[in-house]
């Protein structure tokens, strides 16, 4: 048995990732140095609470919970720096907007001049008007004008139609930004978050408040929401330079860890660990080949919470079931690391052990 267990401890070394541990390495004091908005130093204290949490854990041996909180500074970082780029284009956007409202606007005045003057002109010649041919030209002339403003109006529903396929390519690009950032850390609220506080400076606030509920019923998010409606009385000059310093806080941030990519499509339950270990058991249920799907969920849930044995005991029983007996090894190892006497967990290590690697 002691054998075992050696072989057991050497077996958790070799397959353990690699992280190299970022104590006291000033990062913190770098992530809140500078001047700030006060919303923007007290949401930098939380990322630096993060990123205090992951060099814990990582000094500690906990790859996976470190990763969890690494992943979550990151993720909170690169969402707020995406919101305000997103704003600083929308602000863009407007300028040249209103150059084309007003340069619209001296053309219909431009038209209207002209046809005063042609009217003028028409009076003029009414009084010469022999043998009714001017009456006939003017009706000519006003159906003329009739087939005309129809050909505008059908150009207009086309254009509009071509304004609002560009808006929709435009709000799926977007979107598919945030899903690449949330992809980096399903456990944070802040893709939600930042994602609604742009749908708020939109003005669609419908969107906006089915996105911020979502982030606040992420037991990640804090007790009291952050209020960041003060980006929209910064001018282009200050985005500009609140954009830089968080670039620059993440890239420093990423100087130290690389998040793990997860697969799995972005949805409100990403975060829910409960929810995806019950969608693995149910996925079973329904079919009990469906091994790899399941493992997928399970693996999911472990992605969102760290912390929790039943995910490690579904990701390391599937992994045996797959006949991948290493990976069993690491996510039964990997839970005992934060729980030894689970029971659940110890006896997957005994069946690992008298099966020779099947639990």
Known sequence: MKKTKIFI????????PVL??????????????????????????????LYDNGTDCTDKGFVLQANYYYGQAIVAVASFRYAVSEIILA?????????KLKNEEAKRELEKKKREEEQKEEDDLETEDVGGLLSALNKFSEKMDLLTEKADSIENVYEA??????????????????????????SSPYPYFFEAVLFDYRGEKEKAAEYYANALLNPNSPEKPWDFRFLVDLSQKELNALSK???????????????????RKRDFHSWDDTYLCSLAID????????????????EAALKANPFEPACFIGCAYLSA?????????????????????????????KAYNKEGGTP
């Not at 602000?91 to 150059?99: L, M, N, S, T, V």
């Not at 690009?173 to 899903?179: F, K, Y």
């Not at 968080?246 to 130290?256: H, I």
């Open 91 to 99: 602000q863009w956007a407007k300028d040249p907007e209103k150059a």
């Open 20 to 49: 190299v541990s970022c104590k006291n390495d000033g990062t913190g004091k770098e992530l809140l140095h500078g001047d700030m908005y006060p919303e923007e130093q007290a949401f930098m204290k939380e990322v630096v609470r």
């Open 9 to 16: 401890a050497l077996l958790l070394i070799l397959i353990l």
């Open 245 to 263: 310093r968080l670039k620059e806080k993440e890239e420093l941030l990423r100087q130290s860890f690389v998040p793990e990519i997860s697969l």
């Open 283 to 298: 996925t079973l249920k329904a079919d009990s080949t469906a091994v790899g799907a399941a493992f997928g969920l399970y």
């Open 161 to 186: 139609k071509d304004k609002a396929d560009q808006a929709k390519a435009e709000a799926e690009l977007i979107h598919g930004m945030w899903d690449q950032i949330a992809a980096q850390s399903p």
């Open 321 to 349: 079931k797959m006949g991948n007996g290493r990976q069993a090894a690491y996510y039964i190892n990997e839970g005992l690391l934060i729980d030894p006497g689970h029971e659940g967990l110890n006896m997957l290590l």
